[in-house]
């Protein structure tokens, strides 16, 4: 199929009927790519779902044919297969900039093996050239340029130390190069990265992941009142993190945020884990008769955890799929003999970082010094504890087409004493315009293509964490007479059945209809039907929206069929 681009027909805001507040902690959907595996029906559900719940832009959602193993694959074809060509699709698409995490729907492997890279050079044994694939994606800087240093030492400068017992929390940014203090020109770059799900191996089925992907999502913002767990035995793999268990527990503490630490492997008889760090080869929460909060974080140190296509017989360690299954928004694990080393591993301060109102990818990565070998599963946006401003665009008129030049004099309210540092409007995914507080978000509509479009007003605070929270709208704009009208004959169908599709455009010209960025037909002259498998779509619910190019082009209005 042609992958021509929706977004080269971008076009501008008028006015429509949807009106309602997102909120976004660190980062939000414009700034997560989502990779897809096309060939894969379980990758096209978790996506489908993941797109609805996160609002995900079309522009962001990249379809990868991908056909290697479900285990793993090597660093060149990762880099070669995977990696560079979406990157490309979203530097031709006008969003790269703007892209600051990598999300993987399932269907991909979980195991990139760099060996080949480097075949004459020596390797210690505890530094062995096999990564993740969330860790292939964060370290990609190094794959594209053949440095083998990613498994030799400390190389994750976003990772923020515990010093004197104190820990700074700060919001990522891809576009930033990082140095030992901070962001500094010339310094390494990264794209926080993690998989949405594993489903096959040891993984999870898809309706789990799916479940895990709700419950995070119904998480955010609900600042539970419960508690952190970190537990210590007398095993290597808690007393390798325990010195830090206290001074995490203490800076929690000043957060208003319990934390206690306690002996054992697991929390027996506890309704309240909001999060949990413990060091043990079994983990076995379902027997511990205690609860997991939405949103929590469960961090095991253990060999195995992500090792998800060793078969349990040979080896009996709690996988990290387990723990989505009974609750967790996210886990971590290594995909290869890792050794009892602290820094490939969550610091007790990962739930420092997640209290803070950091979201869960950017709380993994800012406690990993060394995650070359760690595996991340979970929804990158949580972020239980952000909070996060009402914006609002006051004066803005919903119900009459727009055309010219538009401004937007948004605001943002607070619940303490921050301010917006800064608000941006995104249209269908692109970063149109920014504006400091006050001034306006200024957008020249005749540039853009007529019809309809999503259209987000976000306001990004002027704390180090850089919460954001936003508004979105789906809107219209109307500089010419043309228009698209895109129907479905049936909106709910079964997996194999077909959805049929009716075009009609008021100006002669072939339509092309798009799931997210990916051209699934064309339709000639503008008017007729078309057919499309359920089965090359996915199961949930999925939006389309057809597109006329042209001088400006026209975009229909989206509609969303569920698959069954």
Known sequence: MSRRLATLLLAAV??????????????????????????????????????????????????????????????????????????????????????????FSSGFPYLIDCARMWPNAQFDR?????????????????????????????????????????????????????????????????????????????????????????????????????????????????????????????????????????????????????????????????????????????????????QMMLREETNPQTRISEFIRFGAAGASGTVVEPFAIAAKFPSPALHVHYARGCSLAESYYQSVAAPCHLLIIGDPLCHPWAKTPKVSVPGFDVTTPLKGTVTLTPTAAYSDSRQASRFEAIIDGVRTAIANPGQPLTIDTTKLADGWHDLWVVAVDNTPIAVQGGWVGVVEVRNGKGSVLLSVVTPSVGIDESVVLKVTATEKGDVEVFQNSESLATVAGGEGEVSIPAKTLGRGKVKLTAIQAGTPGVRSRSLTVEIR
């Open 14 to 103: 008028a006015a429509s009927v949807l009106n309602c507040a997102i909120a976004v902690a660190g980062g939000g959907p414009q700034n997560v790519a989502l990779l897809v595996n096309s060939n894969d029906p379980n990758s096209l559900a978790v996506a489908n779902c993941y797109i609805e719940l996160r609002q995900i832009p079309a522009t962001n959602v990249v379809y990868i044919s991908w056909k290697g193993g479900d285990r793993g694959t090597s660093g060149v074809l990762f880099r070669d297969a995977i990696m560079k060509p979406a990157l490309a699709e979203l530097e031709q698409r006008g969003v790269l900039p703007q892209i600051d995490c990598i999300a």
């Open 126 to 306: 505890t530094g062995r050239p096999v990564t993740s694939l969330t860790s292939a994606a964060y370290l990609y800087q190094f794959l594209f340029a053949d440095r083998k240093e990613m498994f030799l030492g400390n190389v994750n400068l976003y990772y923020a130390p515990t010093v004197a017992g104190k820990t700074k929390s700060r919001a990522f940014s891809a576009s930033e190069g990082w140095g030992p203090n901070g962001p500094e020109p010339g310094g390494l770059k990264y794209y926080l990265s993690t998989a949405l799900g594993i489903t096959h191996g040891q993984g999870n089925t898809v309706d789990e992941v799916i479940a895990s992907l709700r419950r995070s999502k119904g998480a955010d913002g609900a600042n539970y009142r419960g508690t952190i767990y970190y537990m210590a035995n007398n095993n290597i793999r808690s007393k390798v993190r325990d010195a830090g268990y206290r001074d995490a527990v203490t800076e929690l503490a000043a957060l208003g945020v319990k934390g206690v630490v306690d002996q054992g492997t697991a929390p027996l008889a506890k309704p309240d884990i909001a999060g949990l760090t413990t060091g043990t080869p079994n983990l076995l929460l379902r027997d511990s008769g205690s609860t997991i909060l939405p949103g929590a974080l469960v961090d095991n140190l253990t060999s195995a955890g992500g």
